[in-house]
């Protein structure tokens, strides 16, 4: 089942906005998501976007690897959904995947999809049973940390011993935990999980580690507008009468 599919299917509708900006191929970005990522909190739909993009640009480059971005509606799910059945026939398949990224929200409220004021990001290694949370506010999200890696220890079938990292990057606002979240991301993704090699020993500390979070922003929007660009011409070229009723798409 697709994972748009699959969101909708626990989540009912509520995830689908009104003014689309972007479909890049599981992910609607809406324009008032494009505005949050200009100054403001980062919205499921920008994490989720950031993690669709480094799956489809970042991770076809490395075809041993066996890594999952889990999505932030998913890692809600796991979180506040007591069916374990209904967890499982959610969730991908993990049993040959070595590390799990799940982006963590202190959102309490099961009956609002996109809720919360705080991100965090768990880093699961079910390779070693490990769980690391990075948390750019201190401790936090430290109590949904821990109940997302006690979850997913059952998912996995396998213990997992949780670190929160003391030595993550901190934000200097109330805006940017969102952010530090891609950011930390894509960094333990590319420069430490991706380039080591089968018998090094990575370390998973991000201390000393300097996040510009409004490069980040900048960078975030760059890519959006030339996908936006792209998706623009690949539409002009349609002959269909109802090209120009659909955001620019990319799949």
Not at 118 to 126: C, E, G, P, Q
Not at 184 to 199: D, E, P, Q, T, Y
Request: hydrophobic residues 40%.
């Amino acid at each position: 089942m697709p994972l748009r599919d699959r969101i909708v299917r626990h989540f009912g509708h509520s995830l689908s906005p009104e003014k689309p900006y972007l479909s890049y191929y599981d992910v609607l970005l809406t324009l008032e998501d494009v505005k949050s990522l200009k100054n403001d909190w980062l919205t499921d739909n920008n994490i989720a976007f950031w993690e669709e993009y480094l799956e489809r640009e970042t991770l076809p480059k490395f075809p041993q690897a066996r890594i999952v971005l889990l999505r932030p509606s998913m890692t809600f799910l796991l979180m506040k959904e007591p069916d374990q059945r209904a967890i499982r026939a959610a969730l991908p398949d993990f049993s040959k995947v070595t590390h799990i990224f799940m982006p963590i929200n202190d959102n309490r409220n099961v009956s609002v999809a996109e809720g919360g004021s705080h991100w965090s990001l768990l880093v699961v290694s079910a390779l070693d049973g490990k769980a690391f949370h990075y948390d750019s506010l201190g401790g936090a999200n430290y109590h949904e940390a821990k109940l997302a890696t006690n979850k997913m220890s059952h998912i996995l079938k396998r213990r997992l011993d949780f670190e929160n990292l003391r030595d993550a990057p901190q934000q200097e606002n109330g805006s940017d935990c969102g952010v530090f979240v891609c950011i930390i991301m894509r960094h333990l993704l590319v420069k430490r999980l991706l380039s080591a090699n089968a018998r090094e020993k990575v370390s998973m500390s991000m201390g000393g580690k300097m996040v510009d979070s409004n490069g980040g922003r900048k960078e975030m929007l760059a890519i959006i507008e030339n996908l936006r660009e792209e998706g623009e011409r690949r539409r002009s070229r349609s002959a269909s009468p109802f090209a120009s009723k659909t955001p620019p798409r990319i799949e």
